[in-house]
T-cell receptor, first 110, second 113 residues
Framework: GEDVEQSLFLSVREGDSSVINCTYT??????LYWYKQEPGAGLQLLTYIFSNMDMKQDQRLTVLLNKKDKHLSLRIADTQTGDSAIYFC??????????FGTGTQLKVEL | DAMVIQNPRYQVTQFGKPVTLSCSQT?????MYWYQQKSSQAPKLLFH???????NEADTPDNFQSRRPNTSFCFLDIRSPGLGDAAMYLC????????????FGAGTRLSVL
């Protein structure tokens, strides 16, 4: 199966940019995803990138994909306190399966 | 409007007492998934249905069963809950075509006393 790793914690000041990284060992050639989870809630899809792209921008979010290095990142510009949450990358395997990363807890300080 | 609805949001059961968690969807998606998420961990896939075709993960304990009586509903049955089964249970759906995004419900937090 796939291994998907993320750093556990990230702390930034409000207004700064946040960069959350994800490394994986294998992926089928489809879409790679970023989900956000607020305390006690389900997972909310933030954005996704198709595997033949290397960058996607969606308002404050920028996703970078380096297929050669198997590295995916999520940049949040002008980070706000409402962005505090756990962020999971999700990498597809075969047969409708997603493997989630270990999750990065983002803390935004005033 | 909620598209993937899980009931109840919080469930308390006793050690060994069977419990059923419910998930319904208004998206008419082909695939429904059940995940277990323990504190500070990633969601772990238990099983999924592609239409009526049940797909169990190899490491899902026999204690966990599922039913999908129709497209809209899917149930997670825990036959004899142990203390280690206390977790958040997440239901998700997807079309299984194209972008194939998984849409998640809000989850049911299960406590085992």
């Amino acid at each position: 199966g796939e291994d998907v790793e993320q750093s556990l914690f990230l702390s930034v000041r409000e207004g700064d940019s946040s960069v959350i990284n994800c490394t994986y060992t294998d992926s089928s050639s489809t879409y790679l995803y970023w989900y956000k989870q607020e305390p006690g809630a389900g997972l909310q899809l933030l954005t996704y990138i198709f595997s033949n792209m290397d960058m996607k921008q969606d308002q404050r979010l920028t996703v970078l994909l380096n297929k050669k290095d198997k590295h995916l990142s999520l940049r949040i510009a002008d980070t706000q306190t409402g962005d505090s949450a756990i962020y999971f990358c999700a990498i597809p395997g075969g047969g409708n399966k997603l493997t989630f990363g270990t999750g990065t807890q983002l803390k935004v300080e005033l | 409007d909620a598209m993937v609805i899980q009931n109840p949001r919080y469930q308390v059961t006793q050690f060994g007492k069977p419990v059923t968690l419910s998930c319904s969807q208004t998206l008419n998606h082909n695939v429904m998934y059940w995940y277990q998420q323990k504190s500070s961990q990633a969601p772990k896939l238990l099983f999924h249905y592609y239409d009526k075709d049940f797909n169990n993960e190899a490491d899902t304990p026999d204690n966990f069963q599922s039913r999908r009586p129709n497209t809209s509903f899917c149930f997670l049955d825990i036959r004899s809950p142990g203390l280690g089964d206390a977790a958040m249970y997440l239901c998700a759906t997807s079309r299984a075509t194209g972008v194939d995004i998984q849409y998640f419900g809000a989850g049911t937090r299960l406590s085992v006393l």
